[in-house]
C-alpha cells in the first residue's frame, strides 16, 4: 500500500475524502444496477480509505468520507490485486474481525480494483449489502464493466494532471532562464529558486550549499530562514549525507523516502532530516565541483522524467548564476578598495559643512571614473583662513580602467592646481588638458574645479566647466539656479579655446551642489527635465541636515540598477570664516 508509484498516481488524480461529482455518478450506477443500499470509490491512502463517489452510507461516516483501514474491506482488493466478492463477511476468516461490519454494516461486499495506465491498484469499486446475499454473474459483469469505465476516468485525471505539471515544468524551465539571470548575491539567487516553487506537490525547501577547501557551506537568505541551515550550515565532503554524495560522486542524488535514506546513508543525515520532518530529498550537483542544489519534501516523493530534467536544467541555471555572482563579488571587492582609496575624506573647514555621496553603477564593475575631491589650499600670506579647492568629475568610460584613469586625472589636478600660484580653476584644467594631449588617458572628461576663498562675512566661489552638467546652488531665500558659465570642451578635446573662471558670492545660508550624470540622466527621460527636478528637491530640502538631503537627492538609485555611477558633493555656507561649522 506504500509503494510510491501508486501513492504518486493517487496525487495525480486529485481524489480525497471530499465528494466529487464524477465518482458519485458511478457510485449511484453501481446501486441501481446492482440493487445495493451502499456503493464506494473507494481509494485507498497509507493510512485511511477515502469515498470520493458514495451512495447510502450511515453517519457519521457519509459526512467524513474516509475510515481509518480497521474498516476497510478495500485494502484486500489493492493488496491481492484482484476482485474480492463475499456473500457474507462475517463467516470468512480473513474479514470476520473487521470493525466494517458492526459499524458500517458491511455483510455481503463484492470489490472490484481501481487501476491507473501503469497498473498499480489505486482502490475499489465496491457494491455492499446488509445482508447476507449471492452475486449473480450478471451483476459482477455489471460491476466489473463500470469499474473498467471508473478507472478509465481515473486514468484520464491522472494523464490531464501530468500534462499540467509537464506544462508548469516547462514554464519553471522559462521563469528560471529569466529570473536568475537578474540575480544580484548569492542570498538573491538562492531567494529567486525559492519563489519558483508554491504548489502543493513542490519541495518544502529549496537549498544550495557551494564547496570551498574546507567542503560545502550552505548559502542563507537572512530574509528567510529555515530550521535546516541553522541546524546544518556546513558540511564536509566525506560526510554521509545525499548532497556530499553528490558532489563527491558530480552525479544527481534522489532519495524518494526514509527507508531510502536509512539504507544508503549515515545516521546524521536520517537524524538530520527527521529533525526537519524531511523524507525526500534530489541533489543535483553544480559542474566542476562547485556545489550543490538540493530540494526536500516532507513526504515520500516519485521523481517524473520531466520533473528531473527540469530540476536538473535549473540547476544548471543556477550553476551560471552562481558563477557570475562569485565573478561580480571578486570584481566588487577589488572594485571596493580601489574606490575607497580614491575617495577623498572631506576636511573640516570653519564656516562650512560638507557631506559626499557615491554609487557604483550596478550593471559594470562596480567602480568607474566619477569622482570627488576637497582640500585646502596653503594659506596666503595677507589671508586669514585657508581656502578650499572643490571638484566633481567623470571619466568617460564605467570600469577599472575608467577608474584608474580618474585616479591620475585627479591627482594630476591637484598638482596643476597647487603648481599654479593664483590657483586658478581654469589654468589647472587647462594644465591637464595638456596632459591628456600627450599622456594615454582614453577618450576624455569632463568636470568641474571650484575654489571657495574667505571673503569678509561670505565666501567667494571661483569655478571653471569643463563641459560638465552644470553646479547648483541654492541661496538663503530657497531659491535655485544653475551655474550654468562653462566651457563646452571636454577634458583632453582638442586645443583651440581657452578655458575661464568665473566668480559668485556666497553668503551664509548657501548651498552648493556638484554632481556628476549619473544623479539626473535617466533612461527615456530628458537630462534638462532631471536637472530641473534635482533643483527642486535641493530647493525642498536644502535646509536639511546635509544626510537628509543627501538621501532625498538620491532616492530610488540605491534599490534600481544603475547603468551609470553618481558622485554628489554638497557644501553649505554654515557661517562667515572662522565659524564654526555645525557639522
Known sequence: MGDLGRLEALRLAGLTAAADPGMDRFARLVARFLRVPVSLVSLLETDRQVFPGMVGLAEPWAARRETPLSHSFCQHVVIDRRP?????????QRTCASLAIPDLQVIAYAGMPLTDADGHVLGSLCAIDHQPRKW???????????TAACSVELQLRIATERIREDRDHAELLLRASVELGHSHDLADLVRRVRRMFDGPAEPSFVGLLLADARGLWRVIDPEDVR??????????????????QAVREQRTVFVPDRDT?????????????????????????????????????????????TEEAALTAVAGYVSQAVDRTLFVETRLSTAEQLQAAMLTDLPAVPGLDMSALYLPATDQDMVGGDWYDAYLLPRLPDASQHALMLSIGDIIGHDVQAAVVMGQVRSMLRQATLGHPAHSPAGALDAVDRAFDVLP???????????????????????????????????????????????????????????HDTTRELPPGSVLLLYTDGLVERRDDDIDASIEQTAATLS????????????????????????????????????GPGAQGAG
Do not use: K
Open 84 to 92: 474480492l466478492v463475499l456473500e457474507d463477511t462475517r463467516v470468512h
Open 261 to 305: 535514506l536509512v539504507a544508503g546513508f549515515s545516521p546524521e543525515a536520517v537524524a538530520g532530516y527527521d529533525a526537519l520532518g524531511l523524507r525526500s530529498v534530489l541533489c543535483v550537483p553544480l559542474p566542476r565541483g562547485r556545489g550543490v542544489l538540493m530540494w526536500c519534501w516532507p513526504d515520500p516523493h516519485v521523481l517524473s522524467v
Open 441 to 499: 588617458l582614453g577618450p576624455g572628461a569632463t568636470a568641474v574645479h571650484a575654489r571657495l576663498d574667505p571673503d569678509g562675512d561670505r565666501w567667494r566661489l571661483t569655478w571653471s566647466n569643463a563641459g560638465h552638467p552644470p553646479p547648483l546652488l541654492r541661496t538663503p531665500d530657497g531659491r535655485v539656479s544653475a551655474l550654468d558659465a562653462h566651457d563646452l570642451l571636454l577634458l583632453g578635446a582638442a586645443d583651440g579655446l581657452d578655458r
Open 136 to 146: 449473480t454473474a450478471e451483476e459482477l459483469q455489471d460491476l466489473g464493466d463500470l
Open 227 to 244: 530550521p535546516v541551515e541553522t541546524a546544518i550550515d556546513r558540511l564536509d565532503l566525506d560526510a554521509g549525507f545525499p548532497s556530499t
Open 540 to 575: 525642498a530640502y536644502g535646509d536639511q541636515p546635509l544626510p537628509q538631503l543627501l538621501e532625498a537627492l538620491s532616492h530610488g538609485l540605491v534599490d534600481a540598477p544603475q547603468r551609470d555611477d553618481v558622485a554628489v558633493l554638497v557644501v553649505r555656507v554654515s557661517g
